[in-house]
Protein backbone atom coordinates (compact mmCIF):
# COMPACT_ATOMS: atom_id res chain seq x y z
CA UNK A 1 0.00 0.00 0.00
CA UNK A 2 1.08 3.50 -0.97
CA UNK A 3 1.29 4.79 2.55
CA UNK A 4 2.83 1.97 3.91
CA UNK A 5 5.56 2.58 1.42
CA UNK A 6 5.18 6.43 2.10
CA UNK A 7 5.99 6.03 5.51
CA UNK A 8 9.21 3.98 5.20
CA UNK A 9 10.29 5.98 2.80
CA UNK A 10 9.91 9.27 5.48
CA UNK A 11 11.32 7.21 7.90
CA UNK A 12 14.44 5.92 6.01
CA UNK A 13 15.75 8.74 4.91
CA UNK A 14 14.48 11.52 7.91
CA UNK A 15 12.51 13.25 5.87
CA UNK A 16 9.60 14.37 8.40
CA UNK A 17 9.82 15.67 12.07
CA UNK A 18 6.47 15.56 14.04
CA UNK A 19 5.62 19.36 13.84
CA UNK A 20 7.09 20.45 10.68
CA UNK A 21 5.67 22.82 8.22
CA UNK A 22 6.25 21.90 5.03
CA UNK A 23 5.25 23.64 1.70
CA UNK A 24 4.12 21.25 -0.94
CA UNK A 25 5.25 21.69 -4.33
CA UNK A 26 1.94 21.67 -6.13
CA UNK A 27 1.89 21.48 -10.37
CA UNK A 28 -1.80 20.51 -10.84
CA UNK A 29 0.35 16.82 -12.30
CA UNK A 30 -0.56 12.94 -10.40
CA UNK A 31 2.65 13.23 -8.56
CA UNK A 32 2.26 16.28 -6.73
CA UNK A 33 -1.48 16.07 -6.14
CA UNK A 34 -0.79 12.29 -4.48
CA UNK A 35 1.49 14.04 -2.71
CA UNK A 36 -0.73 16.63 -1.33
CA UNK A 37 -3.30 13.80 -0.33
CA UNK A 38 -1.07 11.52 1.14
CA UNK A 39 1.03 14.39 3.43
CA UNK A 40 -2.42 15.86 4.01
CA UNK A 41 -3.40 11.95 5.49
CA UNK A 42 -0.24 12.27 7.55
CA UNK A 43 -0.63 16.01 9.10
CA UNK A 44 -3.28 15.55 12.23
CA UNK A 45 -1.42 11.75 13.34
CA UNK A 46 2.31 13.81 12.79
CA UNK A 47 1.05 17.52 13.72
CA UNK A 48 2.29 18.84 10.11
CA UNK A 49 1.39 22.05 9.17
CA UNK A 50 0.82 22.42 5.03
CA UNK A 51 0.90 24.86 2.95
CA UNK A 52 0.67 24.31 -1.25
CA UNK A 53 2.44 26.15 -3.19
CA UNK A 54 2.49 26.76 -7.73
CA UNK A 55 3.78 28.83 -9.96
CA UNK A 56 2.32 29.55 -13.56
CA UNK A 57 5.03 29.27 -15.85
CA UNK A 58 3.02 30.69 -18.57
CA UNK A 59 4.41 28.18 -21.00
CA UNK A 60 0.62 26.92 -22.56
CA UNK A 61 -2.12 29.53 -23.15
CA UNK A 62 -4.03 27.46 -20.62
CA UNK A 63 -1.80 27.01 -18.04
CA UNK A 64 -3.72 29.27 -15.88
CA UNK A 65 -6.23 26.18 -15.64
CA UNK A 66 -3.90 24.74 -13.63
CA UNK A 67 -3.84 27.73 -11.35
CA UNK A 68 -7.42 27.20 -10.80
CA UNK A 69 -6.98 23.88 -10.31
CA UNK A 70 -4.71 23.89 -7.34
CA UNK A 71 -6.36 26.67 -6.15
CA UNK A 72 -9.86 24.74 -6.04
CA UNK A 73 -8.25 21.75 -4.72
CA UNK A 74 -6.72 23.30 -1.50
CA UNK A 75 -9.72 25.56 -0.60
CA UNK A 76 -11.67 21.94 -0.35
CA UNK A 77 -8.76 20.48 1.94
CA UNK A 78 -8.79 23.69 3.43
CA UNK A 79 -4.81 23.93 2.48
CA UNK A 80 -3.59 27.28 2.27
CA UNK A 81 -1.84 28.20 -1.09
CA UNK A 82 0.30 30.82 -2.39
CA UNK A 83 -0.32 30.68 -6.15
CA UNK A 84 2.33 32.75 -8.85
CA UNK A 85 2.94 33.39 -11.89
CA UNK A 86 5.71 34.11 -14.01
CA UNK A 87 6.28 34.36 -17.67
CA UNK A 88 9.42 32.28 -18.35
CA UNK A 89 10.19 33.02 -21.85
CA UNK A 90 10.81 36.10 -21.08
CA UNK A 91 13.35 35.36 -18.25
CA UNK A 92 15.22 32.57 -20.28
CA UNK A 93 17.88 33.91 -22.11
CA UNK A 94 20.32 31.55 -21.46
CA UNK A 95 19.73 27.48 -21.42
CA UNK A 96 16.40 25.16 -21.82
CA UNK A 97 12.89 26.92 -21.70
CA UNK A 98 12.59 23.72 -18.87
CA UNK A 99 15.48 24.30 -17.25
CA UNK A 100 14.46 28.18 -16.66
CA UNK A 101 11.27 27.13 -15.33
CA UNK A 102 12.50 24.66 -13.05
CA UNK A 103 14.53 27.00 -11.29
CA UNK A 104 11.94 29.62 -11.40
CA UNK A 105 9.79 27.39 -10.07
CA UNK A 106 12.93 26.22 -6.78
CA UNK A 107 13.10 29.87 -6.83
CA UNK A 108 9.75 30.88 -5.98
CA UNK A 109 9.62 27.91 -3.46
CA UNK A 110 12.37 29.20 -1.39
CA UNK A 111 11.49 32.80 -1.16
CA UNK A 112 7.82 31.27 0.11
CA UNK A 113 9.71 29.10 2.56
CA UNK A 114 11.51 31.82 3.95
CA UNK A 115 8.81 34.20 4.12
CA UNK A 116 6.78 31.91 5.94
CA UNK A 117 9.01 30.87 7.95
CA UNK A 118 8.67 26.72 6.81
CA UNK A 119 10.41 23.85 7.63
CA UNK A 120 10.70 22.09 4.65
CA UNK A 121 9.48 22.19 1.09
CA UNK A 122 7.86 18.62 -0.37
CA UNK A 123 8.18 18.11 -4.34
CA UNK A 124 6.51 15.41 -5.86
CA UNK A 125 9.45 13.41 -7.73
CA UNK A 126 9.16 9.87 -7.68
CA UNK A 127 10.82 6.42 -8.93
CA UNK A 128 10.63 6.97 -12.28
CA UNK A 129 12.17 10.35 -12.39
CA UNK A 130 15.04 8.71 -10.39
CA UNK A 131 15.65 6.17 -13.75
CA UNK A 132 14.84 9.61 -15.76
CA UNK A 133 17.41 11.62 -14.36
CA UNK A 134 20.02 8.84 -14.11
CA UNK A 135 19.68 7.98 -17.55
CA UNK A 136 19.68 11.39 -19.09
CA UNK A 137 22.67 12.20 -17.32
CA UNK A 138 24.57 9.14 -18.44
CA UNK A 139 23.67 9.79 -22.60
CA UNK A 140 24.91 13.63 -21.98
CA UNK A 141 28.25 11.91 -20.75
CA UNK A 142 27.93 13.43 -17.70
CA UNK A 143 30.49 10.71 -16.15
CA UNK A 144 30.16 8.92 -12.71
CA UNK A 145 27.85 12.23 -11.53
CA UNK A 146 25.14 10.69 -14.18
CA UNK A 147 25.12 7.79 -11.57
CA UNK A 148 23.94 9.80 -9.42
CA UNK A 149 20.08 10.27 -8.90
CA UNK A 150 17.63 12.84 -7.38
CA UNK A 151 18.63 12.93 -3.44
CA UNK A 152 15.60 12.24 -1.29
CA UNK A 153 16.66 15.04 1.10
CA UNK A 154 19.13 18.40 0.08
CA UNK A 155 19.60 21.22 1.47
CA UNK A 156 19.41 23.93 -0.33
CA UNK A 157 20.48 27.85 0.36
CA UNK A 158 19.35 26.97 3.89
CA UNK A 159 15.71 25.05 2.94
CA UNK A 160 15.41 21.16 2.94
CA UNK A 161 14.02 19.94 0.38
CA UNK A 162 12.29 16.14 0.65
CA UNK A 163 10.77 13.90 -1.54
CA UNK A 164 8.72 11.53 -0.13
CA UNK A 165 7.49 9.94 -3.09
CA UNK A 166 11.04 8.80 -4.30
CA UNK A 167 10.40 5.17 -3.70
CA UNK A 168 7.13 5.23 -5.10
CA UNK A 169 6.44 4.00 -8.75
CA UNK A 170 4.29 6.23 -11.13
CA UNK A 171 2.31 3.33 -11.55
CA UNK A 172 1.45 2.96 -7.59
CA UNK A 173 0.87 7.13 -7.61
CA UNK A 174 -1.56 6.83 -10.42
CA UNK A 175 -3.59 3.73 -8.89
CA UNK A 176 -3.56 5.52 -5.57
CA UNK A 177 -5.14 8.33 -7.17
CA UNK A 178 -7.59 6.71 -8.96
Same mark, same amino acid.
Given at each position: ???????????????????? =???? /????????? @?? &??? %??? #????????????????????????????????????????????????? =???? /????????? @?? &??? %??? #???????????????????????????????????????????????????????????????????
Amino acid at each position: MITEKLNKTIRKYGLINSGD =FIII /GLSGGPDSV @AL &LYL %LKS #LSVSAGLKLHAAHLDHMLRKDSHKDAEFVKNLCIKLKIPVTIGKLDVKL =FSPK /GSVEQNARN @AR &LNF %LLG #LAKKINADKIALGHNLDDQAETVLMRILRGSGLYGLCAIAPKREIRGASVIRPLIDISRREIETYLK
